[in-house]
T-cell receptor, first 113, second 112 residues
Framework: SQTIHQWPATLVQPVGSPLSLECTVE??????LYWYRQAAGRGLQLLFY??????ISSEVPQNLSASRPQDRQFILSSKKLLLSDSGFYLC????????????FGPGTRLLVL | QKEVEQDPGPLSVPEGAIVSLNCTYS??????FMWYRQYSRKGPELLMY????GNKEDGRFTAQVDKSSKYISLFIRDSQPSDSATYLC????????????FGTGTRLQVTL
């Protein structure tokens, strides 16, 4: 069976510091991968998605970036965090080329102070 | 106007009640419809997935899709306190790399 991991689970960072969140998927090959942000009381906002290694599509202009160095690894980064980057970050995967839906990881709660 | 509208609630019901959660959408290209359950501080968990108009049942849960009205519903029978969570509807169009558009979620509280 497939599992998806995210770490860290919780992160408190000062404004202006860098960020690196990691997501890995086990039990599947060549998945589509997604990064979402969920602000308090709001829906999920798609930030990035990837259909393969090195292939990243950005949905929302921001100071965040994403990379996919390996087939089942997806990283969300920032060089300088803003207060507005606080939120709940979720990674998800789906089966490439099918109509299957997305499966979410446990999330990372980020607080920028 | 948002592509997907969902009443944020909160919705409070007594244990054993039938719950109806709803979403409307404006994009006629949406063909796949999902309901996710999200407990506080956890990732969303897939509950139901359907791609055709009509009803789909899974245990106490029934998903209903009306494409002509651009309206989807999730019914929960015999609601339990463990059903207390936020319920998110999501939908996608063909050929979009499974990119989902989410509603903002409805918070449900089932009381004893």
């Amino acid at each position: 069976s497939q599992t998806i991991h995210q770490w860290p689970a919780t992160l408190v960072q000062p404004v202006g510091s860098p960020l690196s969140l990691e997501c890995t998927v086990e039990g599947t090959s060549n998945p589509n991968l997604y990064w979402y942000r969920q602000a308090a009381g709001r829906g999920l906002q798609l930030l990035f998605y990837s259909v393969g290694i090195g292939q990243i599509s950005s949905e929302v202009p921001q100071n965040l970036s994403a990379s996919r160095p390996q087939d089942r690894q997806f990283i969300l980064s920032s060089k300088k965090l803003l207060l507005s980057d606080s939120g709940f970050y979720l990674c998800a995967w789906s089966i490439a080329g099918s109509k299957e839906t997305q499966y979410f990881g446990p999330g990372t709660r980020l607080l920028v102070l | 106007q948002k592509e997907v509208e969902q009443d944020p609630g909160p919705l409070s019901v007594p244990e054993g009640a039938i719950v109806s959660l709803n979403c409307t959408y404006s994009n006629s290209a949406f063909q796949y419809f999902m309901w996710y359950r999200q407990y506080s501080r956890k990732g969303p968990e897939l509950l139901m997935y359907t791609y055709s108009s009509g009803n789909k049942e899974d245990g106490r849960f029934t998903a209903q899709v009306d494409k002509s009205s651009k309206y989807i519903s999730l019914f929960i029978r015999d609601s339990q306190p463990s059903d207390s969570a936020t319920y998110l509807c999501a939908m996608s169009a063909i050929g979009t790399a499974s990119k989902l558009t989410f509603g903002t979620g409805t918070r449900l509280q089932v009381t004893l």
